[in-house]
């Protein structure tokens, strides 16, 4: 089928009038233009026109009251009507009758010239109701219009009215496409979540043996993992009404609209029951209370306060099922965790090797992939991503197929899409100076020989020195051969030697340090810190952790941190993070030295090849043995 081009803007595009969507496949009788500020310009200037038209209707001629004086000393004036504001009449001239106004002014003897004149008067009140409404009622329907044109500028939910109402998302039953099909990964959540779709399908079969269905049930995981993804399939399942809105738009500037948002929202959700009520991003209305620093109870307050009201006061067995999403419960207020709220936590973790694979299927089901592609290594490659790391990928791969007009995706395409998101974007055109490369070229070898040196060491899978991201000049990449949740203190170890090899490879090689190493020696510290405060692995300090500060449990955080402990444990402390990183340093200079031949070979080959496989490393530590003849 092909398809229509778009051909150049039109005039009416240029002009800033913008086409309505098409619905249902057919064009709009009437199309809808977008007003702007140019309207209002346009509508004020007629106003002035037409105001100014009916004040001077009716005067042809508008001369000096001393002129007016003096044609009524000539006897030209025959006939006059005079108002309170003006005075109007003809007076005859050479070319015959002409009308004429002038404004009144003060004159007491007006009346007796008049009359000595015999002129013909009379007075008038002049009725203004015209005029009033083109000064008053006018400019005022103009203001209010640019007033509803401003407030539509900020969008279409600020009206004045609308403040009030809620702003959740309703799907139908027929808008939802989301099944537990579409969900992988996640297996145990998704057991967890079964039984809520089965008390919405058939609620009379816990009802009739007296249970209560749990009124809230919140999703706890790490960004990516498929937090909102799951409620979706929840209500897909169910075929019921799902509301979806975010805990940020409950929170307003004008104190009790985000309490009148919650208050509406469980209004329209007990209309349409039964239904499914999804908070995103709970922390953001759910924040402990009392944390403000001025101690006065605030909007955000105020609204997490409704918030726990209405889900104390709607029956449980009306068919209303709450669900929210939150990647830092660490903040949430207790009262929203206790029982009769937020009853239910269910863990939405990063998927293991296997959800990895089940999840590339769901994700490459509309990728064309050639025969050569297995998922299976994709998701061994790929240990600690989350779904959306892995989609990220899958469509990464078919972009870069797509650059190089291939017929499928190919295995290499989605090796260099994960590089791009592991290591970031690569930087072929940086030029640096032979010094510099070289220098790298040792640092990224001394980071793979120890690496491939220590058994509790992930092994490399590819070592380059092209610059990449915003600052790595190189990069040494290590997999694990499976999903790690426990690592022993060798392991640690293991780890901070070779972070430490980069360091001491310059060291060795050309007797000076670079700020190369400056990203290694800042993860160094932190494992080292760990081991000692958090990990009891300190011979010295014993078996006492001393990171008491509550940190994120899904989000990265430093670990700086108040200090609960005396000065004299906190000078132990940084004394045995000095001692575990100078001591690995000095292992691990003694390993690389021991193979200084093997580091300078491998350097040769990266400043040669700029990037080393798995199978060339191998071959340069292990070399195959001579065949005895």
């Given amino acids: 089928m092909k ?20 619905r249902g496949g057919k064009k709009p009788i009437f199309k809808k233009t977008h007003f702007t500020i140019w309207y209002f310009v346009i509508a004020f200037l007629i106003i002035l026109l037409v105001q100014n038209y009916f004040v001077s209707k009716g005067a042809e ?21 005079i108002t309170l504001e003006t005075i109007s009449g003809e007076w005859a001239t050479e070319k015959g009758v002409r009308k004429f106004q002038t404004v009144r002014v003060e004159d007491p003897d007006l009346v007796k010239e008049l009359e000595t004149q015999k002129v013909k008067y009379t007075g008038k009140i002049d009725s203004k109701w015209l005029t009033n409404i083109l000064s008053w009622i006018i400019p005022l329907i103009f203001f209010i219009l640019i007033w509803r044109f401003l407030f539509s500028r900020i969008g279409p939910e600020t009206s004045v009215m609308s403040f009030g109402k809620s702003r959740a998302k309703i799907f139908a ?51 990516g993992t498929g937090k909102t993804l799951l409620a979706r399939a929840v209500a897909g399942e169910a075929n019921v009404p799902f509301f979806s809105i975010s805990g940020s738009n409950f929170v307003e500037m004008f104190v009790g609209v985000g309490a009148a948002r919650v208050r509406d929202l469980f209004a329209q959700a007990q209309n349409h029951a039964p239904c499914i009520i999804f908070i995103d991003e709970l922390d953001a209305l759910g924040k402990a209370r009392g944390v403000n620093p001025v101690g006065r109870h605030d909007e955000q307050e105020q609204t997490l306060n409704q918030l726990l009201a209405e889900m104390d006061g709607f029956d449980p067995n009306a068919g209303v099922i709450i669900m929210a999403a939150t990647n830092r419960p660490e903040i ?41 592609v297995d998922l299976k290594v994709i998701a061994s490659r790929t240990p600690g991503f989350v779904g959306a790391d892995l989609a990220n990928i899958v469509n990464e791969a078919a972009l870069l197929a797509a650059r190089k007009n291939k017929e499928a995706v190919e295995m290499s395409d989605i090796e260099e899409a994960i590089d791009r998101v592991v290591a970031g974007l690569e930087k072929k055109r940086r030029v640096m100076s032979k010094k510099e490369k070289e220098i790298v070229a040792f640092h990224e070898s001394g980071h793979a020989i120890v690496a491939t040196s220590l058994p509790g060491a992930d092994p490399v899978r590819r070592i380059s020195i092209i610059p990449r991201g915003i600052s790595a000049l190189g990069y040494t990449l290590q997999l694990p051969t499976e999903d790690r949740y426990l690592m022993t203190r060798s392991e640690l170890l293991d780890r901070l030697a070779v972070l430490l ?5 310059e060291e060795i090689v050309f007797g000076e340090i670079s700020t190369g190493a400056h990203n290694d020696l800042q993860r160094a510290t932190d494992i080292a810190t760990s081991m000692v405060k958090e990990f009891g692995m300190s011979e010295t300090l014993g078996y006492v952790t001393f990171e008491k500060e509550k940190k994120p449990l899904f989000l990265p955080s430093s670990f700086i941190s108040s200090k609960e402990y005396s000065e004299e444990t906190a000078k132990k402390i940084d004394e045995e993070v000095k001692r575990i990183i100078d001591q690995t340093y000095q292992r691990t200079k003694d390993l690389l030295t021991a193979k200084r031949d ?32």
């Fill in 173 to 223: 039953e027929k808008d939802k496409k989301v099944t537990f099909a579409d969900v992988a990964g996640i297996d145990e959540a998704k057991e967890e979540l079964k039984e809520v779709v089965e008390f919405l399908k058939n609620p009379g079969k816990f009802q009739r043996l007296g249970a209560k269905i749990p009124k809230g049930v919140l999703l706890v995981g790490t960004p």
């Fill in 332 to 372: 949430l207020d207790p009262a929203l965790l206790r029982p009769g709220r937020f009853d239910r936590h269910v863990l939405v973790d990063r998927p293991d090797i296997v959800g990895r694979e089940e999840i590339l299927k769901i994700h490459t089901r509309n990728i064309k992939l050639s025969p050569e």
């Fill in 501 to 505: 090899g980069g360091r001491v490879a």
């Fill in 61 to 81: 001629d508008v001369i000096p009251y001393s002129e007016f004086k003096n044609a009524l000393r000539e006897g030209k004036i025959k006939e006059l009507t």
């Fill in 598 to 629: 093997k580091l300078e070979e491998l350097a040769r080959l990266l400043l040669e090849k700029e990037v080393v496989e798995e199978a060339d490393l191998k071959k340069i530590l292990h070399p195959p043995e001579p065949i005895k003849e």
């Fill in 3 to 22: 398809k229509e081009q778009k051909g150049p803007p039109n005039l009416r595009e240029l002009l800033g009038f913008k086409e309505p969507p098409e």
